[in-house]
């Protein structure tokens, strides 16, 4: 069976309150919760909260993972509320001359021409070694543009290797990322980290969308001097289209599928089916029965009638 020994680390679920959890969405937070229960570990949630928040959606997204049978350890952590340890992280980058500000709009670094085998819309350089004048010179703008400059890293490598649970040793580019936007916001690839990192969580279950940011975030844990973790990237729910799952889609949602009719169970046995899995009523019964192995490589086509 294609599983990690038991061990005391932890893992965990970390949705966006920006709406409700669709089927897909549903589907990972069981199989994050199945592979930490499956090796001894804790699991944890955490509520990443600083970007889109729409009202009531914490709370409703808590209520549906209950639903299905998903409990965690702990108090829920949100985001927002870990503003120090994500300032001290960027703090310790700058103490190792590891930080540099970028006067650059996202258009202009979509315009740029990017370095030969730079996925589009990476980050060309422009600001990483500029003189003093210089410097002042993009203070000035940032300071007619009200916005603070962005805090880049300045990244010692290119590449970075990660070992995913499924996709095994995956080489993934890195670039000088963005460590704290224009705006003050923290940006995402060094507050997952930092949190990650403070919570024990050692496995990384997500979908795989995110699998090419994982060595960007592991060399960013190697910087910090934090462990490493090991992921374990599944793959996306998409519609009938072969686009991610959406409303778009449907009645994608457990609640939407409540009101059309369907219990919770129903719902479950749906992400148990696409796992190969007849029958499982809870997140108990996939645990039971679920080898790793087995699991899809292709994406999960969700079609739902109503």
């Known amino acids: 069976m294609l599983t990690e020994p038991p061990a005391h680390g932890a893992g ?9 959890l669709h089927l897909g969405n549903l589907r990972t937070a069981v199989l994050a919760w199945v592979l930490a229960r499956r ?18 959606a914490e709370q409703r997204q808590i209520e549906d993972l209950a639903a299905l049978g998903l409990g965690w350890d702990g108090e829920v952590v949100r985001q927002s ?30 315009e740029a021409p990017s370095a030969p085998h730079a996925p589009p819309g990476a980050y060309p350089g422009t600001c990483r070694d500029l003189s003093p004048a210089q410097r002042d010179q993009g203070r000035r703008r940032m300071h007619e543009l009200r916005r603070e400059p962005a805090l880049r890293l300045r990244a010692g490598v290119d590449s970075w290797q990660v070992r ?3 996709a095994g040793e995956v080489t993934g580019a890195v670039d000088d990322l963005v460590l704290r936007r ?7 690839n060094l507050a997952v980290v930092v949190d990650d990192a403070a919570a024990g969580v ?56 409540l009101a059309l009719g369907e219990s919770a169970a129903q719902v479950m046995e749906r992400i148990g089916d696409s796992l190969g899995l007849p029958g499982c009523r809870t997140a108990a019964d996939v ?4 080898d790793p192995a087995s699991l899809p490589r292709h994406p999960w086509l969700v079609d739902l009638p109503g």
Do not use: N
Not at 225 to 243: C, D, Q, T
Not at 287 to 290: F, V
């Open 39 to 56: 090796t001894g570990r804790s699991f944890h949630l955490r509520i990443e909260d600083l970007d889109r928040v729409r009202e009531g």
């Open 164 to 166: 995913d649970l499924w």
């Open 202 to 257: 050692d496995q990384v279950v997500r979908a795989d969308d995110l699998l090419s940011s994982a060595p960007r975030q592991a060399y960013l844990a190697h910087l910090l001097e934090l462990p490493e973790p090991g992921y374990a990237h599944v793959p996306l729910a998409v519609g009938a289209s072969g686009a991610r799952l959406a409303k778009r889609d449907g009645a994608v949602t457990l609640r939407d599928r």
């Open 81 to 110: 509320e870990r503003g120090q340890a994500h300032a001290a992280a960027v703090q310790s980058l700058s103490a190792q001359g590891m930080v540099f500000e970028c006067y650059c709009t996202r258009r202009e670094i979509l």
């Open 182 to 188: 224009g705006d003050g916001v923290v940006a995402y």
């Open 287 to 290: 645990l039971d029965r679920w």
């Open 12 to 20: 965990r679920y970390a949705p966006s309150p920006s709406g409700d």
